[in-house]
């Protein structure tokens, strides 16, 4: 592979970006398509077959020797959120690129044929749903749950998608039927601290964790802050505030299967500096790979709700917004992975991924692998996120490997691999 030509790619997308701070390239926008466009006919002008589906994936496809095997595909996307940085997705893009480009290039046959996946709206920054192409091409999202989301310009969905000359009642012949990939691989940057503490070049994803979600709604009584002796109050807030630590304390004792809890949201009302807070609207989100330890946490969320309402004399209720499961990825990927890491010297940490992946979609379909790079300060989804070429270049050679064990090289006329 030729990373100085990948790191060239990864600029040239990152060349595509809307105004405003860092990097904004978001699903279904005329910039983005433009990036993604200029891949494809990048690929074509190559020699190398590609088309978009029908929710708008890119797939690049180097024949095999047989035809009719199954795929190895691997991919990721390249939206971002708002003021993004240019690495989340991007990474495993370029890197997937250069791989199928120095394949054809080179003229190395594998058995099975090899597919380049740019998924179309990983990010959930502009319709507030995430992973859009992965789920499409998995047959996890019908047209109707999707029509009508809008934008923040009150764009629907569905007019984006004839901007881009796609067909929203055509989204189900994005779906690929089971058996369609012997496996899918994706790299891409780890967005959290742990590779760069543990001082490891490579993370395997041994499972991505699934978000379980509530909101809860807690009532008290709005009165007099001067006026109201403190042993008279029901006020929102402290119960809120207790609920929180409660959550924190029990994802604290799950840390080791690295079971997380977030109060991320807390609007606090009437919300003036003289008024006891009457209500509050508050957000849970408890995130893991084990199901069982979610259910450690969320059995404390109920029963911290349960004393604090008796306790404060307060009515908390409570709903539940998303129940997504963990997915577990396969054994023999993960065994490989580090096969070829041990090979290669490459030093490398089995971990969980906390953050969804289109790679959790493409698992119902094959079995899947998950790589991760270092990302410097655990930074994502922020300007300042960064992986050196050095870290990109080693893991788009950990791909490279994978790729091809699994392809099954036949022949090459360099005979390099
Ligand atoms: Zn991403």
Redesign the pocket.
């Known amino acids: 592979m030729d990373f100085q030509r990948l790191e060239q790619t990864l600029k040239k997308i990152n060349s595509y970006s809307d105004a405003g701070e860092g990097i904004n390239r978001l699903a279904y926008t005329a910039i983005e398509q433009q990036a993604v466009k200029d891949i494809a006919s990048l690929c074509e002008n190559e020699g190398l077959a590609a088309r978009f589906d029908s929710a708008g994936n890119l797939i690049v496809r180097k024949e095999g020797v047989n035809a009719s095997l199954p795929a190895v595909a691997f991919g ?2 390249i939206d971002s959120v708002y003021e993004a940085g240019g690495y ?2 991007t990474v495993g893009v370029a890197a997937g690129l250069e791989l199928i480009r120095s394949l054809h290039e080179e003229n190395i046959q594998t058995e099975h044929p090899l597919e380049l996946i740019v998924f179309a709206c ?1 990010e959930s920054a502009r319709f507030g749903f995430s992973t859009l192409g992965s789920k499409a091409i998995a047959g996890l999202v019908k047209k109707e749950a999707i029509a009508e989301l809008q934008d923040k310009d009150g764009i629907l969905l569905q007019d984006a998608f004839k901007k881009c000359g796609l067909d929203l009642d055509k989204l189900g012949e994005a779906k690929q039927r089971e058996g369609a990939y012997k496996a899918f691989f994706e790299l ?1 940057v780890e967005q959290g601290p742990i590779l760069e503490k543990e001082n490891k070049q490579i993370g395997i994803a041994t499972g991505i964790a699934g978000a379980t979600r509530f909101q809860l709604n807690i009532t008290g009584v709005a009165s007099h802050s001067g006026t109201t002796p403190m042993d008279y109050r029901k006020d929102a807030f402290l119960g809120a505030a207790e609920i929180a630590l409660a959550i924190e304390k029990a994802a604290q004792s799950e840390n080791s299967i690295g079971t997380v809890a977030t109060v991320g949201v807390c609007n606090v009302k009437p919300g003036a500096m003289n008024v006891i807070p009457g209500a509050v609207e508050m957000s849970v989100d408890i995130r893991g790979i084990s199901e069982k330890s979610k259910q450690i946490v969320i059995q404390e969320l109920f029963r911290s709700i349960k004393a604090i309402e008796e306790k404060r004399m307060l009515m908390v209720q409570h709903t539940k917004i998303g129940d997504q499961a963990p997915v577990l990825l396969n054994q023999d990927v993960i065994r490989e992975l580090s096969n070829t890491c041990e090979e290669s010297q490459y030093s490398y940490h089995m971990m969980s991924s906390g953050a969804g ?1 289109d790679a959790m979609n493409m698992a119902k379909l094959c079995p899947v692998g998950l790589l991760f790079i270092p990302s410097k300060n655990g930074l994502s989804h922020n300007p300042e996120e960064y992986s050196s070429m050095e870290q990109i270049a080693l893991g788009a050679t950990v791909l490279k490997k994978e790729v091809l064990k699994w392809a099954k090289v036949t022949s090459s006329t360099t005979g390099q691999i």
């Open positions: 990721s996307h989340d997705g990983e891409h992946h």
